[in-house]
């Protein structure tokens, strides 16, 4: 008798761990308004209304009622940073009121019973710094290690689970190559000196956090790491597409930080499939064959978290830093959380050391060059009042969390997902 497969998904209550942490992230500049101190700032002022941070969220003034908020939502975990501008607005000038504020903050997340995961360097640097050169500069390392060691004695009692710091690759993409945000130049000199610069700062930080809190708290970064796939499985050329790029944008910055790692921090966000033409591997748009695509245009693909998760997975525990979807169509919303849990608890499945899942991101922000138009949020920003109106997806996902996996009941939100694998599988085999 032929063997059956078996089923790629477990359709019955896909259970998490005990002890799972459940939240989601922001970043200070993409939701406190009013970081008039930093380089983002600086470099917004030359662009369209529509295209300045601004107030952004207010959450420098409302942080209470959004943490009520996800707390009742159920999440027992919440990932936020710090703006090193607020805290040292001009060079080793530290402003007290604003480390009152941050320790207000994170007490605040305390006492709503949250683990806290803090990131210490998401983006954005104090205009003085960039100034001086921002990340290609060596001293910035020095600057941001002084940074670290004034604050976090003053907050480290808050704070259950560090960041260092916040997609590296990422940082060095958008300045460097795609050349779309702040101090944005064409320098391959420059870009190889700040990935080199931000894994020195990582370790510092480490290093630091280690030896002045002996029973210290976890510290870990968060890492954009991609899904990579040949288009055609037995291409060589593909394949070393695929390796060249998994060394070097997932790989390298943990080559180049060894051990200091507590725990691994992704952010996964992207699927690429190399395709050949000639001798030249290309990367493939693939959002025609799936069945849904974020307004941002970029592909929905659960099966990637999984291999993400598959590849990275040693003996460090994972946190899934980051994950979500910009969409104004929370059906759509509703079918990712629950397609990509579904694959994250496929990869717990079969041993790998997932601990927690922080969705991008609590509420709508602003992103970036893109403004405030991407809606990320599990809770809708209102801009014009400030007001919060949570989404249809925000309860789904809150239902999980209090089943502690994804009930029977939440399939009905899945409808019948194509997902890129199937089409292209239909394709060959029609
Ligand atoms: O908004 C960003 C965040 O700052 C870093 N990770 C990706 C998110 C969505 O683009």
Redesign the pocket.
């Known amino acids: 008798m032929p063997l059956k497969p078996e089923p790629k998904h477990d359709h019955g209550i896909l259970k998490f761990p005990q002890g799972f942490l459940w939240g989601a ?1 922001t ?1 200070a500049h ?1 939701v406190e308004g009013n970081n008039v101190h930093n380089d983002w700032w600086a470099w917004e002022q030359g662009k369209p209304f529509d295209l300045r941070s601004g107030q952004a969220c207010d959450q420098y003034h409302l942080y209470e009622q959004d943490f009520d908020l996800a707390k009742s939502l159920n999440h027992n975990a919440h990932r936020l940073s710090i703006e090193w501008s607020r805290i040292e607005p001009h060079e080793g000038q530290f402003n007290e009121k604003e480390i009152e504020h941050y320790k207000k903050v994170l007490k605040a997340l305390k006492q709503r019973g949250f683990t806290v995961m803090l990131t210490l360097w ?2 954005t640097l104090p205009k003085w710094v960039a100034d001086e050169g921002g990340w290609e500069n060596g001293q910035t390392v020095k600057y941001f290690e002084r940074f670290v060691r004034k604050i976090v004695p003053e907050i480290a009692d808050y704070v259950d689970l560090w960041v260092t710091i ?2 590296p690759g ?1 940082y060095i993409y958008e300045t460097y190559i795609a050349r779309q945000w702040p101090n944005a130049k064409r320098s391959l000199w420059g870009q190889i000196k700040s990935f080199l610069n931000l894994a020195s700062a990582h370790k510092k930080v480490y290093n630091f956090l280690h030896q002045s809190f002996p029973a210290g708290k976890p510290v870990g970064m ?1 890492n ?1 790491i991609l899904s990579f796939e040949p288009y055609h499985k037995h291409s060589i050329i593909e394949q070393l597409a695929v390796s060249l790029n998994d060394i070097f944008i997932n790989h390298l910055f943990y080559f180049l930080t060894g051990k200091t790692h507590d725990f691994l921090g992704i ?1 996964y ?1 992207f699927h690429v499939r190399f395709k050949h033409r000639m001798l030249l591997p290309q990367a493939v748009n693939t959002t025609a064959q799936t069945h849904d695509i974020s307004d ?1 245009g970029w592909e929905v693909f659960p099966e990637g978290i999984f291999d993400v998760l598959t590849d990275l997975s040693d003996d460090l525990p994972i946190y899934i830093t ?1 994950c ?1 979807i ?1 969409s104004t169509n929370d059906d759509r919303r509703n079918r990712f959380l629950i397609t990509y849990l579904q694959e994250v608890a496929r990869a717990i499945k079969v041993g790998v050391n997932v601990r927690g899942f922080f969705y ?2 609590l509420i709508d ?1 602003f ?2 060059q893109m403004g405030f138009e ?1 809606r ?1 949020g599990l809770v809708e920003v209102d801009y014009q009042t400030q007001q919060r109106i949570i989404r249809p997806s925000a309860k789904v996902y809150a239902e999980i969390i209090a089943r502690g996996g994804i009930p029977h009941n939440l399939m009905r939100f899945i409808g019948h997902t194509v997902t890129a694998k199937e089409v292209l599988a239909r394709k060959s085999h029609p």
Do not use: D, I, R
Request: hydrophobic share 40%; proline share 4%; aromatic share 22%.
């Open positions: 992230a970043s993409q998401h983006f916040n997609e990422v968060a954009n952010n966000y941002l980051e979500g910009a991008w991101s922000n992103e970036w991407p990320f």
